[in-house]
């Protein structure tokens, strides 16, 4: 397809819409499917930091990053995995976990303390000895609730 017929199709898509809209007629959304479910199969430490470091790769990605955070995309054991169904059911939910401080050093941007923040895993950083917090990088801490402690 050339960029001009992908130019063509575009306008008439956007003419039809246009047309049913001044029509009042309303714009048909599909409604959002549920999770996206990815089946994960761990039976060794080799595929357990495989796992990881395919998790990592996700959380970094733009598009899934953002669904995994949100429970939009969600990691199942493959058929056969795991503890039989009633061990499974047995198991109670584990209490979820306390956020942890955030250790840095070096140079402390306000771009470090938005990307901290983004995350949502700590409540508080902790400034290794010798550690530089730009004025910035302060603010921005304190804007977003984030503890400040200088480690000694």
């Given at each position: 397809m050339?960029?001009t017929e992908?130019r063509?199709?575009?306008r008439?898509v956007?003419?039809?819409?246009?047309?049913?809209?001044?029509?009042?007629k309303?714009?048909a959304?599909p409604?959002?499917?549920?999770?996206?479910?990815?089946?994960?199969?761990i039976?060794?430490n080799?595929?357990l930091?495989?796992?990881?470091q395919?998790?990592?790769?996700?959380?970094?990605?733009p598009?899934?990053?953002?669904?995994?955070?949100s429970?939009?995309?969600?990691?199942?054991?493959?058929?056969?995995?795991?503890?039989?169904?009633?061990?499974q059911?047995?198991?109670?939910?584990?209490a979820p976990a306390?956020p942890?401080a955030?250790?840095l050093?070096g140079t402390?941007?306000e771009a470090?303390?938005?990307k901290?923040?983004?995350?949502g895993?700590?409540?508080?950083i902790?400034?290794?000895?010798?550690?530089?917090?730009?004025?910035?990088?302060?603010d921005?801490?304190?804007?977003?609730?984030?503890?400040?402690?200088?480690?000694?």
């Amino acid at each position: 397809m050339t960029e001009t017929e992908l130019r063509t199709m575009v306008r008439e898509v956007l003419g039809d819409i246009l047309k049913d809209r001044r029509a009042g007629k309303a714009l048909a959304i599909p409604a959002p499917a549920g999770p996206v479910v990815e089946p994960v199969s761990i039976a060794n430490n080799g595929d357990l930091a495989a796992f990881v470091q395919r998790l990592i790769a996700h959380l970094d990605d733009p598009a899934k990053g953002p669904a995994i955070r949100s429970g939009g995309h969600v990691f199942t054991l493959a058929n056969g995995q795991g503890a039989p169904a009633a061990a499974q059911a047995q198991v109670p939910a584990a209490a979820p976990a306390a956020p942890c401080a955030a250790e840095l050093s070096g140079t402390i941007t306000e771009a470090r303390i938005a990307k901290i923040a983004k995350l949502g895993e700590t409540d508080r950083i902790v400034l290794a000895p010798g550690a530089v917090l730009t004025p910035l990088a302060n603010d921005r801490a304190r804007a977003v609730g984030l503890k400040i402690e200088r480690k000694r």
